[in-house]
Each structure stands twice: as C-alpha cells, then as structure tokens.
C-alpha cells in the first residue's frame, strides 16, 4: 500500500475557514486565525509538529520570517501579506523574527 504523505496545503479547506476575518481587534484577530488553523489541522489529521515541519522548508528546526510568510500565503487563509507579519509577530514572542516550536505551541494551547 502506498504511503501518501499528507500536507497541510493538499486538503480542500472549506470556504468558511478562508473567508475574510471581519474583526478590528488584533489579539481576537490572531486567536481566529489560530482557530481557523487548529480546524484544518483536525481535518487534515496533520499532528501540529508535522505542520511545523511542514513550514520549516529548509529543516533547520526555527520557522524563519520568510518560511512563515511562505507557508501562510501558501496556505491560502484570506490573510493579507500585512495580516501574516502581524500573525507572525503574534507567534514569535520574544520578538527574534523566527518561531520556534515552543512558541508556535504556545499559541495553540488555551492561555
Ligand atoms: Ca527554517
Ligand atoms: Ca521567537
């Protein structure tokens, strides 16, 4: 039996995950988007290291600025380019342009 490798960007996201997120609030911003992608993951069954793995296209274990904005065009959520920095300044918390998967999982856990 063939082993399809799964990615993030292969499934069909339904339409109400990509439409445009209608909220002035950044954080409620930023924790809708964070919804939206604990959603695909479930729908995907992607694991979220895998997700991270997925992104850090160049497998050195941090998810650089340019991998995060990469994978988030890519992924195709209706985030404008200025929408992504602000996500991306949202995962990265100690502010050093990269994500790393502590901080990435710290976002997705409940506060
Ligand atoms: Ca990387
Ligand atoms: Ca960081």
């Known amino acids: 039996m063939a082993v399809t ?21 950044k954080l409620e911003h930023q924790q809708k988007v964070v919804e939206r992608l604990r959603q695909i993951l ?17 497998g050195d274990g941090v998810i650089s600025n340019l991998e995060f904005i990469h994978a988030f ?7 404008s380019l200025n929408e992504i920095n ?5 995962f ?5 342009g990269k994500v790393t998967f502590a901080e990435m999982v710290s976002r997705f ?3």
């Open 5 to 25: 490798k799964r990615s993030v960007y292969s499934g069909q996201i339904p339409a109400n995950l990509t439409a445009k997120i209608q909220t002035t609030d």
């Open 42 to 58: 479930a729908a995907s069954s992607i694991p979220l290291e895998e997700f991270y793995r997925q992104i850090d296209t160049d």
């Open 73 to 79: 065009r890519k992924l195709n959520l209706g985030l």
């Open 86 to 90: 602000e996500l991306l300044m949202y």
């Open 92 to 96: 990265d918390r100690d502010q050093d």
């Open 109 to 111: 856990k409940p506060e």
